[in-house]
């Protein structure tokens, strides 16, 4: 697939959903990029996996941006005609991290979902089996993947 | 780890992590009678953070961490953050180091397919002495690995630029004996274990993944491509000098675990044939190119993926500008594998003699999926 056709891609999901996707851009060859809105968060991504044929789910994971006081949780997808990965992003304010849970959509996403509460604190609503995953249940220590998060042994 | 409830009339198993076949984690049960209505995987007694640890090293200094991820693939594993350094960097890597890259992870390939056909025999339970088949022929090529990079185990050979240093005199001879010796043994595997009537009534026809579920479930690596999807990074988006190389990508139509085992059986054999290939026709030429010591990223992003042993990994590096990475986040292929595994048990009947050769068909690391 050339450039032009993941140009295409990221066109017409802006297209589908103006109101909804703050931006859409192809990152490289096969890599595009998707940025919602998170009242639109759900509704886009039923009508990537629906009508854009992102039906196999890849992983999940977010990125802490304290100075700009943010977090950013990305989905990655696969397309397995087109062998393009979507990340699928949606910017959180820091102070208010809740998100409805992608496992209605794609329910593999839930150990990602479960892995990325233990490590950065996001509350995903309505998740079907929120445990954690990675950490010892008893663990008070914080979020360890946060970016004020100081372990023993790193300065 | 906090539990889910049990269902009345059901009784819950602990199997593992002392469980001689379980790996280091935890697998609940819920049984009624033989038959296992729910499968929870009880993951991260071997979570280290290597994500936070390469937040917190250079990105050289990162290569050997990461490393650690699966030791029995370390080609693999570290070829996916160097990658993902060479783009942030905008580094050019030399031809012939390419190669020697793919031979790399080719061997490593092996190596680990090796591993899980031995320990799936072990599973089978009647087949003890081809665990021990398995290591001792792994020694061919962990002599290979020790000449080529001075160690048997996690080499961190390749580096951002190319390659550590160039092949050694004479390797590429030892590369073709080593790749004869192997096919003839994988003949004799094939007719020993793989065509006996005892491995055939364990694993046929056990825990079907269809191809529509292993798509929707995030599967990856043999076990989507022994549900009959040919998804292989490889071949999708060809890295190191896999878009020169000629060889297939390997599906079975059966679905089952007999079919999985198949998938890394047949994939070694397209991995001598690669090995064979690197070894008459690798290109001359420099193997590294000169890179600073401690190189200042642009901020940016990129994410990179390689196929490993076990399936996909995905590395997405954030740079800030500064001699480390900002964020890096590892897509492991066996954390996908594990939740298709917690799913088997409603998608197909699995009984509790099953469980081993169920969930060493997936071949699970555990330091993989824990990171």
């Known amino acids: 697939m050339s450039g032009v056709s993941e140009a295409d891609l990221a066109e017409k999901v802006k297209a589908a959903h103006p109101d909804l996707v703050e931006s859409s851009e192809v990152l490289r060859e096969r890599r595009v990029s998707v940025t919602v809105k998170r009242d639109g968060f759900l509704e886009v991504a039923k009508s990537l996996r629906d009508d854009f044929g992102f039906i196999h789910p890849v992983c999940g994971g977010a990125v802490d941006y304290p100075k700009e006081s943010r977090m950013q949780m990305i989905y990655y997808l696969l397309h397995p005609g087109l062998k393009v990965i979507l990340t699928y992003r949606v910017n959180l304010p820091r102070d208010d991290l809740r998100l409805p849970t992608l496992t209605q959509v794609w329910e593999a996403m839930s150990f990602h979902e479960r892995e990325t509460h233990d490590m950065f604190g996001i509350e995903f609503e309505g998740h079907p089996n929120m445990i954690p995953l990675l950490i010892p249940p008893d663990w008070r220590g914080g979020y360890p993947l946060r970016k004020d998060f100081k372990g023993e042994g790193v300065e | 780890m906090s539990e889910p409830e049990i269902k009345p009339d059901i009784m819950r198993m602990s199997w593992g992590p002392q469980h001689p076949m379980s790996g280091q984690t935890r697998i609940l049960l819920d049984v009624d009678g033989e038959k296992v209505h729910r499968i929870i995987a009880d993951l991260g007694f071997t979570h280290r953070g290597i994500e936070k640890t390469l937040e917190n090293r250079t990105f050289f200094q990162g290569i050997i961490p990461i490393e650690r ?25 030399p031809e012939r180091a390419n190669w020697i890259r793919s031979l790399l992870c080719e061997m490593g390939r092996i190596n680990s397919h090796l591993y899980a056909f031995g320990l799936q025999a072990e599973a089978t339970g009647y087949f003890p002495a081809v665990f021990l088949w398995t290591t001792t022929d792994r020694t061919v090529l962990l002599k290979l690995f020790e000449e080529l990079t001075g160690a048997r185990w996690s080499y961190n050979f390749s580096l951002p630029g190319g390659v550590y240093k160039d092949l050694p005199e004479g390797f590429e ?16 595997y094939w007719t020993a274990m793989v065509e006996n009537a005892v491995f055939e009534a364990r694993c046929d026809n056990v825990a079907v993944l269809k191809p529509e579920d292993a798509i929707r479930l995030g599967a990856t690596g043999p076990v989507l491509r022994g549900s009959g999807v040919a998804l292989d990074v490889r071949k999708d988006e060809p890295y190191a000098a896999y878009a020169d190389l000629d060889f297939d990508v390997i599906t079975e139509p059966a679905c089952d675990v007999m079919a999985r085992t198949k998938v890394r059986f047949k994939e070694i054999g397209q991995s001598l044939r690669i090995m064979e290939q690197i070894a008459n026709e690798v290109p001359g030429g420099p193997v590294r190119t000169r890179v600073p010591l401690i190189p200042r990223s642009k901020p940016g992003e990129v994410l990179s993926r390689v ?10 590096m954030f740079t800030d500008g500064g001699s480390n990475p900002y964020r890096v986040k590892i897509g492991s292929p066996t954390l996908r594998n594990m939740y298709v595994f917690e799913r088997l048990a409603e998608l197909d009947e699995v009984l509790m003699a099953d469980i081993p050769v169920v969930i060493n068909s997936i071949d699970p690391w555990y330091l993989d999926s824990d990171r």
């Open chain 2, 69 to 93: 991820m699966v030791m029995a693939d370390t080609a693999n594993i570290g070829l996916g953050y160097i990658t993902a350094i060479e783009e942030s960097l905008g580094i050019e890597v």
């Open chain 2, 307 to 316: 196929e490993t042993a076990r399936g996909e990994m995905d590395v997405h």
């Open chain 2, 173 to 188: 001879a030892k590369v073709i004996e080593g790749v004869h010796y192997l096919r003839r043994r994988f003949e004799d």
